[in-house]
């Protein structure tokens, strides 16, 4: 008997139902493709083995701390419980603290005797974790780009709190680099609290020395002056001289009414002739005494007009002086006013557990991103599938 071949059609009807459905199910899941694999399978294995076995854990330490100043004023509530005790926050202090803490300088003084290259090397570190894994780059700006990663500042706008982190894969390592950065940051502070104000101070100190220097010549030219023209003041003695000759001229005029009246009334009175001599010799002291206050080189009015320019001279000098010593005061008293404090808030703690990494956060971060790069990997191959169909 001859066996007919059965078409796929009555292969397929032949079926059970169930196992026809399960079939059907079954060619439309898709397969798991090449990109699929590649893009977000591998990343999410990788991420696994580093975040659960080889990535080092990362201790923490931190500091908190405030620049304090007693002049400048802060409109922010902790600023004003500050100011309430007689200080106030000072910016650019802590800008400059933290620049020190993330320079070059800190890092030199942090890695006396490789210090922290040897807190960054450790061979428990992970290879890809540690400083120069592969012995190709040692070179101390190296070293300060991967330090720089590992230190953190943080200013706070509102509170004026500087938050110092350090990062290190041993707890000991955190906490005393922790610590050296902030005796550090004081230490610039300081530093430059002691140069503004003795650079305040010292030109002020340089002015109290020229205005002394002035003072003390107009006051030498004054005294010799007076040395050489043998007057103490010439404007008195002009006034004196003055009084005099208006009294003798008062003299002069009595006489010689008095001579005109022996004159007309007793012509052969004995008394004129010693009238007429008395009248001679008080016009020539008046004219001796007029020649002592003017019309000669040194006359009064003369000596008077030395006398008041040096006298102006001295008068400007002493009140240079006294500007001087004045605004030396106020510089020593507005250095005090300036003067900034480190105040620390949060002392460096020693971590007892790692924060970092965050383990599960990267391996669903890892997933959540190659996600993303596989749906636009696919939406950009089929755009060009569709273009070159």
Do not use: C
């Not at 898709?30 to 591998?42: H, T, W």
């Not at 990343?43 to 400048?72: D, H, T, W």
């Not at 040395?227 to 009084?243: H, T």
């Amino acid at each position: 008997m001859e066996v007919l071949p059965i078409s796929r059609t009555q292969r397929h009807a032949e079926q059970p139902t169930g196992a026809r459905l399960f079939s059907r199910r079954a060619k439309r899941l898709p397969r798991p493709s090449v990109l699929f694999a590649v893009v977000v399978i591998l990343p999410v294995l990788v991420a696994i083995v580093y975040f659960g076995f080889l990535a080092s854990p990362v201790y923490i330490s931190e500091a908190s701390f405030v620049v304090r100043n007693p002049q400048k004023p802060t409109p922010t509530a902790l600023g004003g419980i500050l100011q309430s005790a007689g200080f106030s926050t000072g910016t650019e202090e802590v800008f400059a603290a933290q620049s020190f803490a993330g320079s070059r300088d800190a890092l030199r003084a942090l890695n006396q005797n490789g210090a922290v290259r040897r807190a960054y090397t450790r061979p428990q570190i992970f290879i890809l974790d540690r400083f120069n894994p592969f012995g190709l780059s040692g070179s101390f700006e190296d070293l300060y780009e991967y330090f720089r990663d590992k230190v953190s500042l943080k200013n706070d706008s509102a509170t004026s709190i500087t938050t110092l982190t350090v990062r290190a894969y041993a707890p000991e390592d955190a906490q005393r680099f922790n610590e050296r950065l902030l005796e550090m940051s004081e230490k610039t502070v300081n530093q430059l609290n002691q140069r503004g104000q003795r650079d305040l101070v010292q030109y002020a100190q340089n002015e109290v020395i020229d205005a002394k220097t002035q003072a003390q010549a107009a006051a030498t030219a004054l005294a010799t002056y007076r040395n050489r023209s043998g007057v103490v003041d010439p404007e008195k003695e002009a006034e004196a001289q003055k009084e005099m000759v208006s009294k003798l001229q008062d003299e002069l005029i009595g006489s010689k009414i008095e001579l005109a009246q022996l004159v007309r009334y007793t012509p052969d009175n004995p008394r004129i002739p010693m009238a007429r001599t008395q009248i001679r010799t008080l016009q020539h002291e008046i004219d001796v005494q007029l020649g002592k206050v003017t019309g000669s080189s040194r006359s009064l009015a003369q000596s008077v007009v030395r006398y008041q320019r040096l006298m102006v001279e001295n008068d400007f000098a002493t009140k240079q002086l006294a500007a001087a010593l004045a605004s030396l005061e106020q510089a020593r008293n507005e250095a005090q006013r300036k003067q900034a404090y480190v105040d620390r808030i949060v002392q460096p703690n020693l971590p007892d557990s790692a924060i970092e990494p965050h383990r599960m956060r990267g391996i669903l971060a890892t997933l959540v991103l190659s996600l993303i790069a596989f749906g636009i990997l696919r939406m950009l191959i089929a755009g060009v599938k569709e273009h070159a169909q």
